[in-house]
């Protein structure tokens, strides 16, 4: 199983330096960290069960939104991690789910578009069976297609998330198959099988606790 | 909520029938009149039903004759109709037609007047249809259901095989790629007053595979027999009796590699269908006055067999169709310039499908209508017909179907045409009494709308169900698809033997049946069934030439331009409701409505272009290209509609010959090769298997 490393940390905050004046020269915050991932392994299908379904070994992968890092698996009772992704299920570091203080919703529209949490936007946190993103086909992030037996991330949805220790950040899922690439509508199924469960997706971390992401 | 009306008996019909051959009686004995006696080349009669002069016809009628069929080395239906301009072939379930952007299970497809039944997933396998014994086709596009009734929504197509009264008979053999063999003999004979028809056709292939190292094969081994016999006996100088025999047969090897989770397993079987039908009438012919009692009995049975490699299991697929109809039809000429056309009937439908319930399980429905047109030559230069037929169904509700068209000649050389038509689509058995569970993908199950809540409570009795979706509150009764059809064309006649002719047309479709979750599974699958909830829109424009070069060369060049959108998915994009990813980047971003490529499997452009050259003598050469543009296929990005560009197939060019002789009076040789530039997509075209050639003999006495 190869794993691509963290791709392209991007500092999209633009620094602007103040043109001179008689006052002092503000030291430029950069607080918004904007990163593309790439290819992180969520339970990977390792074989089929007796029945012939595919499974993995069932264990989370966990993210940092905050350090853009995949924290080890035996972290998983800290509030190291932001965000963990098996399969296609999403939780958040917080309710059921972790220590920390995560919650999330789903935005409808683009990454771009979300420059502020909405104020009147309600957080959820997650009570397992009922996560804060809510698992199912066309329910929260994705989309299955029985006819061709595939799961897209559904476009124009971002994910926006409440960190374990509070601050802001949003994500949009761009892929869910191995090298970011989903297989053609017609591929074989066994390709399909084995080269799902690889997320790549694009966020952007606020530092400073606002909610903003411009 | 059903709506049932009480004119489905045959109590009524039968008063009915019985009127109108008082009605006959009664008129007696008149002179001979014109409308029913012409000659059969250029009359067309699918259009109207009943015989008019091609252009003479307010409504888009086109005709593929005998010899164009011959010359075009057609063996079946599709063969020949993927020729033709504005008709595409669609290969899913079987070749399938799609007629104004409309696919086949709004196209009705007749043979001699009466439709075909035995559809896969509402796809109707133009491939059964052996075009070796026909005399003619006929192509009406838009609404016909006023006619026609259930399905007549893009299009009739109808297959004239009738040779009454010809003394003509052929035996054909040809040879071909994939060690194709077709064999036909033909027959017909007027033996005093009796004509007899038959004839016999045997196909067989040996299949291809397009994809190498796999045991499937792209396209199986197959063998397919059509057996026809007709028989029209002139009673007296008014009436005649006569009936129609035919059987089809197709047989196909089959081998089947299913993935099933990754693992592949080798099936081995075969599948068969066996359709027959009988077509015995009456038919009383005065001067004025023309009625028609027919029956029609038809079947299709379908079996499915297959044994997994290395077990036991099998799996076996039956579906039984029965059609039996008995109709009258009416034509009386009240005065030159107005013809009126009347007639009712009875129908009635069974299926038992272990798809369904099980065999032993007949599901039915039963259906009563009439129907009435009139004609009127309103001046010399203007016609206008208008029409309607009722059908009062059993099982969903009822559906008129009305149709007007005019026809405006201002002279010789030009023709305008107008006609708006509704169509509609009964809901098949398949939509109310599925029965289906895919346990190899995801664990999908899909009910009809008639069994979906018993089978919903069932399953919730067993407390598999997770959760009911809002749609279930609509889970009621289905409604006929309906569609309004408007129809413009001209036709121009220009110096030269060059003909020009346009149509534009425009087909708005409402409760279209679709499938949509009704519950979720505790194991995460979803359940879906059938609702009247899409709504959706095709149009475009089809030009056609027609130009004699010279007195060996013909042209004739066609093209279509389509554009289609599920009207729901086109006000919602609008509002900037819908989103697409972006193919290199991935981000989402609002979609603009010129992004959208509308409903999927539709092309924007088609066109094709025949060159022929044919001498006295008898010797004939063909080119034919036809090309299709790229069509949508599978979303890729999750907005489940077609917009990106790796959501559609690659568009293609073929070129077909052929060219042929007669020789010593009786023979006809002729060769042919076909997809010249041996184009293939395995994906896309499983149907197209690249370059194929064949030769062709026949021996007519």
């Known amino acids: 199983m190869k794993t691509r490393s963290i791709i392209g940390s991007v500092l999209a905050a633009v620094v602007i330096f103040q043109s001179c004046t008689k006052e002092e020269t503000a030291v430029p915050q950069v607080t918004l960290i904007q990163s593309i991932v790439k290819d992180i392994p969520a339970d990977t299908i390792v074989g089929l069960s007796p029945i012939g379904q595919p499974v993995g070994v069932g264990k989370f992968t966990f993210y940092s939104l905050e350090t853009n890092a995949v924290i080890p698996n035996t972290d998983s009772n800290s509030t190291k991690w932001d965000i963990g992704l098996r399969g296609s299920t999403i939780i958040t570091n917080g309710g059921t789910s972790g220590p920390g203080k995560g919650a999330a919703f789903i935005y409808v529209g683009t990454f771009d578009e979300l420059t502020k949490v909405p104020a009147d936007s309600t957080f959820r946190v997650d009570a397992a069976p009922n996560y804060a993103i809510t698992a199912g086909s066309n329910k929260g992030w994705y989309l299955y297609t029985p006819q061709t037996n595939l799961v897209t991330p559904l476009p124009g949805r971002v994910l926006v998330f409440k960190t374990a220790s509070g601050k802001y950040a949003k994500v949009e899922i761009l892929n869910y198959y191995k090298g970011g690439v989903t297989p053609a509508a017609t591929a074989p199924d066994n390709v399909k099988i084995f080269s799902q469960r690889y997320f790549t997706f694009k966020f952007a971390y606020q530092a400073d606790g606002t909610t903003n992401f411009k | 909520m059903k709506f049932a009306i009480q004119f489905p008996n045959l109590k009524l019909f039968l008063t009915y029938l019985f009127s109108s051959v008082l009605f006959i009686y009664s008129k007696g004995q008149l002179k001979e009149d014109s409308l029913f006696s012409q000659s059969l080349d250029n009359v067309v009669v699918t259009a109207t039903r009943t015989p008019r002069l091609m252009g003479n016809v307010a409504i888009p009628v086109s005709v593929i004759n005998t010899k164009t069929l011959y010359q075009a080395g057609s063996l079946r239906l599709n063969d020949i109709l993927a020729e033709q301009t504005g008709i595409n072939i669609v290969d899913n379930f079987g070749k399938g037609v799609q007629v104004q952007g409309l696919s086949s299970e709004y196209t009705l497809i007749l043979v001699d007047g009466e439709p075909l039944i035995g559809r896969t997933g509402g796809v109707l396998d133009l ?13 009406v596009k838009g609404p016909s259901s006023s006619l026609y009734g259930s399905e007549a929504m893009g299009g009739v197509i109808n297959i004239i095989t009738d040779g009454s009264g010809v003394n003509k008979s052929d035996f054909g053999l040809r040879y071909g790629s994939f060690n194709t063999i077709d064999g036909s003999f033909n027959f017909s004979r007027r033996v005093k007053k009796t004509d007899v028809t038959a004839s016999v056709n045997y196909n067989r292939s040996a299949g291809y595979s397009l994809k190498p190292n796999q045991q499937q094969k792209t396209v199986e081994p197959f063998w397919k027999t059509v057996q026809q016999l007709s028989l029209n006996h002139q009673l007296s100088e008014n009436w005649k009796l006569g009936s129609g025999f035919r059987r089809n047969v197709t047989y196909i090897d089959n081998t089947i590699e299913v993935s099933n989770q990754g693992i592949a397993v080798l099936s081995k079987g075969f599948e068969r269908n066996d359709e027959y039908n009988i077509t015995p009438y009456l038919q009383y012919k005065g001067n ?26 099998t799996y076996n697929d039956r579906f039984d169709q029965l059609f039996s109809r008995v109709e009258n039809q009416t034509d009386w000429q009240i005065r030159e310039q107005s013809a009126f056309t009347f007639g009712a009937g009875h129908i009635e439908e069974s299926v038992a499908s272990n798809r369904y319930d099980s065999l032993a399980t007949k599901r039915k429905n039963s259906i009563s209508y009439f129907f009435a047109q009139h004609e009127e030559r309103l001046t010399r230069k203007l016609t206008a017909i208008g029409g309607f037929r009722f059908d009062a169904n059993e099982a969903y509700a009822s559906v ?9 000649k201002p002279d010789e050389k030009i023709s305008i045409n107008i006609s708006y038509g509704r169509g509609f689509k009964a809901p098949d058995f398949r939509q109310l009494y599925l029965n289906f569970t895919n346990l190899a993908a995801g664990a999908y199950s899909v009910f009809g709308s008639e069994v979906a809540a018993a089978e919903l409570q069932r399953l919730s009795a067993l407390q598999q169900i997770d959760q009911v979706t809002g749609v279930m509150g609509g889970l009621t009764a289905l409604r006929p698809e309906i569609s309004g059809g408007l129809n413009l064309g001209a036709r121009l006649k220009l110096k030269d033997g060059m003909q020009i002719g346009a149509n534009l047309f425009r087909n708005d479709i409402t409760n279209m049946i679709v499938t949509d979750i009704v519950a979720f599974k505790k194991n995460g699958g979803q359940i879906y069934s059938y609702f009247n909830l899409k709504s959706a829109l095709t149009q475009g424009v089809e030009l056609d030439l027609d130009k004699r070069i010279s007195k060996t060369f013909t042209l004739k060049a066609g093209y279509q331009y389509l554009y ?25 971003v609002r979609m603009k409505a010129s992004d959208y490529a509308g409903l999927p499997l539709r092309s924007k452009h088609s066109a094709n272009l025949k060159l022929s050259y044919e001498t006295a003598k008898g010797f004939f050469a063909t080119t034919r290209l036809f090309y299709r543009g790229r069509w949508g296929t599978f979303d890729q990005d999750g907005n489940g509609i077609i917009n990106r560009s790796d959501e559609f197939a690659k568009g293609f060019l073929h070129v077909n010959a052929s060219a042929g002789l007669s020789f010593r009076k009786h023979w006809k040789l002729m060769a042919g090769l076909d997809n010249l530039l041996n184009y293939k997509d395995i994906l896309n075209l499983p149907g197209t298997p690249g370059r194929v050639g064949y030769i062709d003999i026949q021996f007519n006495f």
């Open chain 2, 288 to 313: 004025k006055v023309r009625t028609t009692l027919r029956g029609y009995i038809t079947g299709f049975e379908s079996e499915q067999l297959l044994s997994v490699k290395g077990s036991s299991n």
């Open chain 2, 127 to 139: 491939s059964r249809i052996s075009v070796r014994n026909i005399r003619k086709i006929e192509i």
């Open chain 2, 400 to 408: 008129w179907s009305p149709k007007m068209a005019l026809q405006f």
């Open chain 2, 564 to 588: 289609t959108a599920d009207k729901d998915v086109l006000a919602q994009i609008r509002k900037g409701e819908i989103f697409q990813r972006e193919l290199t980047s991935g981000s989402s």
